[in-house]
């Protein structure tokens, strides 16, 4: 085994070392900045890295304690208590479950935060998770905080695209772009970094579609692939659903609102798949537990349904993001699904 450690040892991200070396250069160089922006699609691991950013920067494992690590050492308390989400210098801002925006209150409790001195470590961090949810009030108030931040506090934001934020935020902010990886190279990450079976890192790698982020999420919990594997299930058993069993589903379904998004994906995967398993390209597809249901499905629908399918739940997810009540939302999609009598 190769026991020579990387240069961003400590991170536990594979794929993403380009954004890794921005960040450990600047803080080499003593030129930490007061805000970052985190940018690329959801769940590739803008979080995480931010996350890890916060733990670099707070970290007491090197020996001087003036001294700055590059790389986290993952072992200290401090270190500890970032990764458990504990610390009391390192604050999470992001859009309350039942509210639609990330509100002003939220940036009024952050600046007041950021007024106190740091209670353990030498900086204030505050991650704000998916910025563009900041209504025009608390982008605005949160412009203040940028334009004059305490001498210790740093900003840690993540958005999907940079063009979803103010352009005054975006002159006050260093961008950290994060890409898309192949599905080979999340493959051997889940393998030598997590310890991932190879079937099994073969399988999230697939379902990753390119975002390390939602991959190192599904091996740290199970929940993740049970869920999907329950999803998918009961998307298997749907056709044969009559109408009230369709609107109990979908009621039941959009009880938890912050799903809907990635039930939605996981259905987009699905119906993807059987475009391409009904084209025989069966060997591309993305659910690769599953080939031999896409199989039977694939002929049972065949392509055309499988397309109409993508329509309805890209316009379900449309309807769903103009505020169109999820669970009516859901109902016009299951009345969309194909049926067998
Ligand atoms: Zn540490």
Redesign the pocket.
């Known amino acids: 085994m190769n026991t020579q450690p990387t240069q961003a040892q400590g991170w536990g991200i594979v794929g993403h070392e380009r954004s890794i070396d921005i960040l450990r250069r600047t803080i080499a160089a003593q030129q930490v900045r007061h805000a970052y922006l985190f940018t690329g699609p959801p769940h590739i691991g803008k979080g995480l890295l931010a996350h890890r950013f916060a ?1 670099t920067l707070l ?3 090197n020996p001087d304690p003036l001294v700055v690590p590059t790389n ?5 308390l ?2 500890r208590k970032v990764m458990h989400e504990n610390h009391p210098d390192v604050h999470t801002v992001k859009k309350a479950p039942d509210k639609q925006f990330i509100l002003i209150e939220q940036i009024r409790g952050l600046q007041s935060d950021s007024a106190r001195r740091t209670l353990e470590g030498r900086r204030n961090v505050f991650i704000i998770h998916n910025a563009h949810e900041m209504n025009m009030q608390a982008a605005n108030c949160l412009l203040k905080t940028l334009e004059e931040p305490e001498p210790d506090v740093i900003l840690l934001l993540t958005v999907p695209d940079a063009g979803l934020l103010l352009p005054t935020i975006l002159s006050r902010v260093q961008q950290i772009p994060m890409q898309l990886l192949t599905t080979a190279r999340i493959k051997i990450a889940l393998e030598q970094q997590w310890e991932v079976e190879a079937e099994e890192a073969e399988l999230i790698a697939a379902l990753a579609a390119g975002r390390m982020g939602w991959a190192v999420e599904a091996v740290e919990k199970d929940e993740l692939l049970d869920e999907r594997k329950s999803q998918l299930d009961l998307l298997a058993k749907l056709p044969s659903h009559n109408k009230i069993q369709r609107f109990d589903a979908a009621q039941r379904l959009s009880a938890d609102t912050e799903k809907v998004d990635a039930l939605l994906d996981l259905w987009l995967l699905w119906w993807r798949d059987l475009v391409l398993a009904s084209n025989d390209c069966l060997d591309l597809t993305v659910n690769v537990d599953m080939r031999d249901l896409l199989k039977k499905q694939a002929a049972k629908f065949g392509s055309a349904e499988a397309e109409r399918m993508i329509r309805a739940i890209l316009s379900t997810r449309e309807a769903i993001e103009q505020n169109v009540n999820a669970r009516v939302a859901l109902e016009v999609l299951m009345l969309d699904m194909p049926k067998i009598s």
């Open positions: 733990q970290c007491t494992g986290p050492c993952n072992t200290c401090a270190c």
